[in-house]
């Protein structure tokens, strides 16, 4: 809700740059202190071993929280029908495409969906408006508790489906069509996505670890004075102020030296059926799998 009550503020991009500042580090200043008052104050009504309570701490202090056995085998089992359904009806023409597809559309079921693709890394976003499974499954009562807290609302996520491996994926639509090896995943330059506290969720459809493609982030980096600097000009570059873009989405390899010293590099590691929660304020990005593949179903708010 903040952030799209900040978007309804017009005026803010009619600002000289020099009061827009200011202005704006406030603003992120508010929103930190603002989270940790309603994390604080959810936490006085849940048990001490609430998983919810624990989760809400963990992305306070971390940036990351895993919710473990959140979806049953059961139910797993039937998100990788459903998303296996959506793989058979995409078109191959869609993903042979031998350089980078950043958003094509594909109609299935007279309704559109995006695919987005690079090499061995393919995310397929909008299954919520396919049908009522992918409408729906985002829809749990602690999910909902912990996106309320963050977010003050409850909307329904927009839902995608992420597969990267190493090369070996046997379904066409995931092969990699590429004319030249690529060693990077989607999303795979350490970056910071937003300047104020919002989630993104995934479900991790089979057991990810360092070798099978892990996302791997900083522990502890969204609340990083390090960061100041990018959170505020993915800020001001929001609402169309000049900046030099290397300031704002992606860590340089210098700045990311020193951030290592202060917050540790990890794997985010999980068990299938595992709920994963992550800060966009944290530092974080994809890499391809070593061997094997790694399944996710993301929820973004």
Same mark, same amino acid.
């Given at each position: *809700?903040?952030?799209?009550?900040?978007?309804?503020?017009?005026?803010?991009?009619?600002?000289?740059?020099?009061?827009?500042? %200011?202005? @704006?580090?406030?603003?992120?200043?508010?929103?930190?202190?603002?989270?940790? @008052? =309603?994390?604080?104050?959810?936490?006085? @009504?849940? =048990?001490?071993?609430?998983?919810?309570?624990?989760?809400? !701490?963990?992305? =306070?202090?971390?940036?990351?929280?895993?919710?473990?056995?959140?979806?049953?085998?059961?139910?797993?089992?039937?998100?990788?029908?459903?998303?296996?359904?959506?793989?058979?009806?995409? %078109?191959?023409?869609?993903?042979?495409?031998?350089?980078?597809?950043?958003?094509?559309?594909?109609?299935?079921?007279? =309704?559109?969906?995006?695919?987005?693709?690079?090499?061995?890394?393919?995310?397929? !976003?909008?299954?919520?408006?396919?049908?009522?499974?992918?409408?729906?499954?985002?829809?749990?009562?602690?999910?909902?508790?912990?996106?309320?807290?963050?977010?003050?609302?409850?909307?329904?996520?927009?839902?995608?489906?992420?597969?990267?491996?190493? $090369?070996?994926?046997?379904?066409?639509? &995931?092969?990699?069509?590429?004319?030249?090896?690529?060693?990077?995943?989607?999303? $795979?330059?350490?970056?910071?996505?937003?300047?104020?506290?919002?989630?993104?969720?995934?479900?991790?459809?089979?057991?990810?670890?360092?070798?099978?493609?892990?996302?791997?982030?900083?522990?502890?980096?969204?609340?990083?004075? *390090?960061?100041?600097?990018?959170?505020?000009?993915?800020?001001?570059?929001?609402?169309?102020?000049?900046?030099?873009?290397? #300031?704002?989405?992606?860590?340089?390899?210098?700045?990311?030296?020193? &951030? /290592?010293?202060?917050?540790?590099?990890? /794997?985010?590691?999980?068990?299938?059926?595992?709920? $994963?929660?992550? #800060?966009?304020?944290?530092?974080?990005?994809?890499?391809? %799998?070593?061997? $094997?593949?790694?399944?996710?179903?993301?929820?973004?708010?």
């Amino acid at each position: *809700m903040i952030y799209k009550i900040l978007f309804k503020l017009k005026f803010l991009s009619k600002l000289s740059q020099n009061i827009a500042k %200011p202005l @704006f580090s406030t603003i992120i200043y508010v929103d930190h202190n603002f989270l940790k @008052f =309603r994390i604080f104050l959810i936490s006085i @009504f849940l =048990r001490k071993d609430n998983k919810v309570k624990i989760a809400l !701490k963990n992305l =306070r202090e971390n940036g990351v929280a895993i919710i473990n056995n959140f979806y049953s085998e059961k139910e797993i089992d039937e998100i990788k029908k459903e998303c296996n359904s959506v793989l058979d009806k995409i %078109p191959l023409e869609k993903a042979t495409n031998t350089e980078y597809i950043q958003a094509a559309s594909v109609n299935i079921d007279n =309704r559109t969906i995006h695919l987005e693709k690079l090499g061995k890394s393919i995310k397929i !976003k909008g299954l919520n408006f396919l049908n009522n499974f992918f409408n729906k499954i985002g829809k749990k009562l602690e999910l909902n508790l912990i996106t309320l807290t963050y977010h003050l609302n409850s909307n329904k996520p927009y839902v995608l489906y992420n597969v990267t491996h190493n $090369g070996n994926a046997t379904h066409p639509i &995931l092969k990699d069509y590429s004319k030249n090896e690529t060693k990077e995943a989607i999303a $795979g330059k350490p970056h910071v996505d937003l300047f104020i506290h919002k989630l993104r969720c995934f479900v991790a459809l089979n057991d990810i670890n360092s070798d099978n493609g892990a996302t791997i982030y900083y522990d502890k980096s969204n609340n990083s004075k *390090m960061l100041k600097k990018y959170h505020l000009n993915l800020f001001l570059k929001a609402f169309d102020f000049r900046i030099d873009d290397k #300031d704002s989405h992606y860590i340089n390899e210098t700045e990311l030296n020193r &951030l /290592s010293q202060e917050c540790k590099k990890l /794997s985010l590691n999980c068990k299938k059926g595992d709920l $994963g929660l992550i #800060d966009l304020k944290t530092v974080h990005h994809g890499v391809l %799998p070593k061997n $094997g593949e790694r399944h996710l179903l993301w929820f973004y708010y």
